[in-house]
C-alpha cells in the first residue's frame, strides 16, 4: 500500500527566507509524486510532479522538488518566499491501477502543511 | 479554458436526507476522481471513473455512497441517509487520457445538521 507522510504540520517562515516542506513516501512500485497547493476557499493547484523522469522537478511559483528514492522523500523547497505563498501545501503519490494502463491512478495524499510567511 | 466545476458550491441538509453532489469535468477528459476532505486533513479518495465505468471504488466508505457517469462526461455523487460524519469538502477531479496530472474543482461544502 502506498502512503505520505508531511512532517510538520504548520511552518512559519520570514518574508524572503528559504522554503523547505518535508514529504516521505511509501510505496512498493515506482511512484509518482505530485505537490498541490491550496488556497484558502479554492479548489487544489498543481505545483509540480515527478513521474520518473529527472529527479529535480521545477515547477510554477518558483518552487521546485527533488525525488530521493533512498531516502523516500520529495522535499518542496522555494529558495526565497513571498507573501503570496502563504497557503496550504499537500504532498500526494499515486500508482497507475493496473487493469486500464497508463497514469491515471488515484491519489494518496499526506495531511497538508500549512504555510505561514512573516513580513 | 473552463476548469472542473461542481455544484452546489455549499449544501447544507439533515441527518437522514438523501443529497446528490454534482461535477461537470474538463471537456474531453477521460478520467473522473471524487475525493472527501475533512478538515485539518488530506483528501481521501473515493471513487475513479474511467469513462463511464467506476475503474476503482475501493475508497467509498459504505454502501451509502454511490457514484455514477452514464454518459462518460458529467458525475453525480449520491449520498444516502446522511450521518454528521459524512461532513466535509467533496471534491472532484479529472484527468485527460493517460495522463497523470489531476485537475480540481472547487469543492461542495456538505454540511450535516
Known amino acids: 500500500a502506498q502512503s505520505v507522510t508531511q512532517l510538520g504540520s504548520h511552518v512559519s517562515v520570514s518574508e524572503g527566507a528559504l522554503v523547505l516542506l518535508r514529504c516521505n513516501y511509501s510505496?512498493?512500485?515506482?511512484?509518482?509524486l505530485f505537490w498541490y497547493v491550496q488556497y484558502p476557499n479554492q479548489g487544489l493547484q498543481l505545483l509540480l510532479k515527478?513521474?520518473?523522469?529527472?529527479?529535480l522537478v521545477k515547477g510554477i511559483n518558483g518552487f521546485e522538488a527533488e525525488f530521493k528514492k533512498s531516502e523516500t522523500s520529495f522535499h518542496l523547497t522555494k529558495p526565497s518566499a513571498h507573501m503570496s505563498d502563504a497557503a496550504e501545501y499537500f504532498c500526494a503519490v499515486s500508482v497507475p491501477p493496473m487493469n486500464y494502463g497508463g497514469s491515471q491512478g488515484n491519489l494518496i495524499f499526506g495531511k497538508g502543511t500549512k504555510l505561514s510567511v512573516k513580513p | 479554458g473552463a476548469g472542473v466545476s461542481q455544484t452546489p458550491s455549499n449544501k447544507v441538509t439533515e441527518k437522514g436526507k438523501y443529497v446528490e453532489l454534482r461535477c461537470d469535468p474538463i471537456?474531453?477528459?477521460?478520467?473522473l476522481y471524487w475525493y472527501r476532505q475533512s478538515l485539518g486533513q488530506g483528501p481521501e479518495f473515493l471513487i475513479y471513473?474511467?469513462?463511464?465505468?467506476?475503474?476503482?471504488d475501493s475508497g467509498l466508505p459504505n454502501d451509502r455512497f454511490f457514484a455514477v457517469r452514464p454518459e462518460g462526461s458529467v458525475s453525480t455523487l449520491k449520498i444516502q441517509r446522511t450521518e454528521r460524519g459524512d461532513s466535509a469538502v467533496y471534491l472532484c477531479?479529472?484527468?485527460?487520457?493517460?495522463?497523470?496530472?489531476?485537475?480540481f474543482g472547487p469543492g461542495t461544502r456538505l454540511t450535516v445538521l
Open positions: 471537456s474531453g477528459h477521460t478520467a
Open positions: 471513473f474511467q469513462g463511464t465505468g467506476a475503474a476503482d
Open positions: 477531479a479529472s484527468s485527460p487520457q493517460g495522463q497523470s496530472t489531476q485537475y
Open positions: 510505496s512498493s512500485v515506482p511512484p509518482y
Open positions: 515527478y513521474t520518473s523522469a529527472a529527479t
